[in-house]
């Protein structure tokens, strides 16, 4: 028997477009489960699948301290799980199309057993398609929720679960902060940390403006609470997350800005401080002076070009020029002569030229990134860019798209090649997947190592000799 289907709320890009002057609501109040949903959860097993970015491993992060919370056990193996969570990207078509298949697939686990309940979350379900889809396609999903409303999990999964229903709640606000939500990290060496949520930039490609509502950043109290926690646990690095986190700040204090907190975080002596995304509009002086000046905040920069033609740059609105990022980098570089910098490009924007693609090889051959991940423009519905009539064919944005990434091999290779025979410092997170007798770290600027090394170096930040560079990492030995 089909279950009946509650729409309490589907998404609306219009209303997730708004933005208000409206304070942002800082909620601390603790989560509400059910006495009911606890007794029926009682060591049941739950599985969480996380796709997209950072925003999304945190999310599923607290989630999973939700669960727990409620009585669920987590599991890293679907088949034996009473609750599947898929947490989604709605990046690119490539990240919806993995989840389509994927809840395809499940639908044999709920012929199987259909006690299961299989619920949806993320960015892709922020936007009114998709889910249209899902109601109308797939039946074996029970629950729907979006990124504003992780917090009401259990209230939802007691609906879902006591009246036998179908569930679809998504809201599309500007969005509150939810402080105090358990959270069970995936890591107890490293730890991501939600310094603001949303974005206010709207570049005219992009999705995630209207997916994760306004930008919003934590108090700088809670912010450092937290960081300070973890120091006590004995973690060894964290990375302030946010979509552009040099604009920390600006919708909260006068004169607090992202370099204060930075400076502010690697004074709780954690011994690796990251931070990304760093957008390149606004990288302050002030932020380039705490940088260099603290020993703990890893010389490891990620700064998204997405094109070096100015017509497209412009076109994007990403509100920079090839100059200005140019000139950005070669600031790093002087500051830090071991800097490492990595990028985001994007080919085939709408009607981009050979001339403009060119412009973007030429910058990559200027920047010598360590590293770059490289994408095809996907049409994002909803989204400014989406609406221009495009005349350039899908084998031209392939055929770019492979001469981007030679280029962006070849100097990536060169850098790493660099670290043959020389001495580094890496942070010691695991065992290798393709071998339990390797041991695997990064380096303080991003680097893959895979090494043979001593057991008891896990979760310490020790010396391994380099002997060889591949493609994507470096291999050799432990020599402290
Ligand atoms: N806030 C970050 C980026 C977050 S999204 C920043 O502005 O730098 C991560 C990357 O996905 C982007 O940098 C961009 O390169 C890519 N991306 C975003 N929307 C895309 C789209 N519609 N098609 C292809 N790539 C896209
Ligand atoms: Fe997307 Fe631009 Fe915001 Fe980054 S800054 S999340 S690319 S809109
Ligand atoms: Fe994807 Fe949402 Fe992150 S769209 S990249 S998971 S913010």
Same mark, same amino acid.
């Given at each position: 028997?089909?279950?009946?289907? $509650?729409?309490?709320?589907?998404? =609306?890009?219009?209303?997730?477009?708004?933005?208000?002057?409206? #304070?942002?609501?800082?909620?601390?109040?603790?989560?509400?489960?059910?006495?009911?949903?606890?007794?029926?959860?009682?060591?049941?097993?739950?599985?969480?699948?996380?796709?997209?970015?950072?925003?999304?491993?945190?999310?599923?992060?607290?989630?999973?301290?939700?669960?727990?919370?409620?009585?669920?056990?987590?599991?890293?193996?679907?088949?034996?799980?009473?609750?599947?969570?898929?947490?989604?990207?709605?990046?690119?078509?490539?990240?919806?199309?993995?989840?389509?298949?994927?809840?395809?697939?499940?639908?044999?686990?709920?012929?199987?057993?259909?006690? @299961?309940?299989?619920?949806?979350?993320?960015?892709?379900?922020?936007?009114?398609?998709?889910?249209?889809? /899902?109601?109308?396609?797939?039946?074996?999903?029970?629950?729907?929720?979006?990124?504003? =409303?992780?917090?009401?999990? #259990?209230?939802? !999964?007691?609906?879902? $679960?006591?009246?036998?229903?179908?569930?679809?709640?998504?809201?599309?606000?500007?969005?509150? $902060?939810?402080?105090?939500? #358990?959270?069970?990290?995936?890591?107890?060496?490293?730890?991501?940390?939600?310094?603001?949520?949303?974005?206010?930039?709207?570049?005219?490609?992009?999705?995630?403006?209207?997916?994760?509502?306004?930008?919003?950043?934590?108090?700088?109290?809670?912010?450092?609470?937290?960081?300070?926690?973890?120091?006590?646990?004995?973690?060894?690095?964290?990375?302030?997350?946010?979509?552009?986190?040099?604009?920390?700040?600006?919708?909260?204090?006068?004169?607090?800005?992202?370099?204060? !907190?930075?400076?502010?975080?690697?004074?709780?002596?954690?011994?690796?401080?990251?931070?990304?995304?760093?957008?390149?509009?606004?990288? *302050?002086?002030?932020?380039?002076?705490?940088?260099?000046?603290?020993?703990?905040?890893?010389?490891? /920069?990620?700064?998204?070009?997405?094109?070096?033609? =100015?017509?497209?740059?412009?076109?994007?609105?990403?509100?920079?020029?090839?100059?200005?990022?140019?000139?950005?980098?070669?600031?790093?570089?002087?500051?830090?002569?071991?800097?490492?910098?990595?990028?985001?490009?994007?080919?085939?924007? #709408?009607?981009?030229?050979?001339?403009?693609?060119?412009?973007?090889?030429?910058?990559?051959?200027?920047?010598?990134?360590?590293?770059?991940?490289?994408?095809?423009?996907?049409?994002?519905?909803?989204?400014?860019?989406?609406?221009?009539?495009?005349?350039?064919?899908?084998?031209?944005?392939?055929?770019?798209?492979?001469? @981007?990434?030679?280029?962006?091999?070849?100097?990536?290779?060169?850098?790493?090649?660099?670290?043959?025979?020389?001495?580094?410092?890496?942070?010691?997170?695991?065992? *290798?997947?393709?071998?339990?007798?390797?041991?695997?770290?990064?380096?303080?600027?991003?680097? !893959?190592?895979?090494?043979?090394?001593?057991?008891?170096?896990?979760?310490?930040?020790?010396?391994?000799?380099?002997?060889?560079?591949?493609?994507?990492? !470096?291999?050799?030995?432990?020599?402290?």
């Amino acid at each position: 028997m089909k279950k009946p289907l $509650i729409q309490k709320s589907e998404p =609306n890009l219009d209303l997730a477009f708004k933005r208000s002057k409206t #304070p942002t609501k800082i909620d601390y109040d603790s989560i509400i489960i059910s006495d009911r949903l606890k007794s029926y959860a009682n060591h049941k097993k739950a599985f969480i699948r996380t796709y997209g970015c950072q925003a999304n491993v945190v999310d599923s992060e607290n989630m999973q301290g939700i669960l727990q919370e409620i009585g669920y056990e987590l599991t890293e193996d679907y088949n034996e799980a009473s609750l599947i969570i898929l947490n989604t990207c709605a990046v690119r078509e490539n990240a919806e199309d993995k989840v389509f298949g994927e809840v395809g697939s499940m639908k044999r686990l709920k012929d199987k057993n259909p006690s @299961l309940i299989i619920a949806l979350s993320g960015c892709m379900m922020q936007e009114p398609s998709i889910v249209k889809k /899902i109601e109308r396609v797939y039946p074996q999903v029970d629950l729907v929720f979006g990124t504003h =409303n992780i917090a009401s999990l #259990p209230t939802l !999964l007691d609906e879902v $679960i006591f009246s036998k229903c179908r569930i679809v709640e998504v809201y599309s606000k500007e969005g509150e $902060i939810k402080e105090n939500l #358990p959270i069970v990290r995936s890591s107890k060496i490293k730890a991501f940390v939600n310094i603001q949520y949303g974005c206010d930039k709207f570049c005219t490609y992009c999705i995630v403006p209207y997916t994760r509502g306004k930008q919003r950043s934590r108090l700088k109290e809670d912010i450092i609470k937290e960081c300070q926690d973890l120091v006590n646990q004995g973690y060894k690095e964290i990375t302030l997350l946010g979509q552009n986190v040099n604009s920390y700040g600006k919708d909260l204090y006068d004169d607090y800005t992202f370099a204060s !907190l930075l400076e502010d975080v690697a004074k709780t002596n954690i011994p690796r401080l990251r931070f990304t995304t760093s957008h390149p509009w606004d990288f *302050s002086d002030e932020m380039f002076k705490v940088i260099s000046s603290y020993k703990n905040i890893c010389h490891y /920069i990620h700064l998204p070009l997405q094109s070096g033609s =100015n017509d497209i740059l412009r076109r994007m609105g990403r509100r920079y020029t090839l100059e200005d990022y140019k000139k950005l980098v070669v600031r790093l570089r002087e500051l830090m002569n071991d800097v490492a910098i990595s990028t985001d490009i994007i080919v085939g924007f #709408p009607n981009e030229t050979e001339e403009d693609f060119l412009k973007t090889l030429e910058c990559v051959e200027f920047c010598k990134y360590d590293s770059a991940f490289t994408f095809i423009y996907s049409p994002r519905e909803g989204t400014p860019a989406a609406k221009i009539e495009d005349h350039v064919s899908m084998e031209v944005k392939h055929d770019r798209f492979n001469r @981007l990434v030679e280029t962006v091999n070849k100097y990536s290779q060169e850098k790493y090649k660099q670290f043959e025979g020389k001495i580094v410092e890496v942070l010691v997170e695991g065992y *290798s997947k393709k071998d339990e007798s390797i041991l695997t770290g990064y380096t303080t600027d991003m680097k !893959l190592v895979n090494f043979k090394g001593d057991e008891s170096s896990l979760g310490k930040i020790i010396k391994v000799k380099i002997d060889k560079a591949h493609l994507y990492y !470096l291999s050799g030995e432990q020599v402290s």
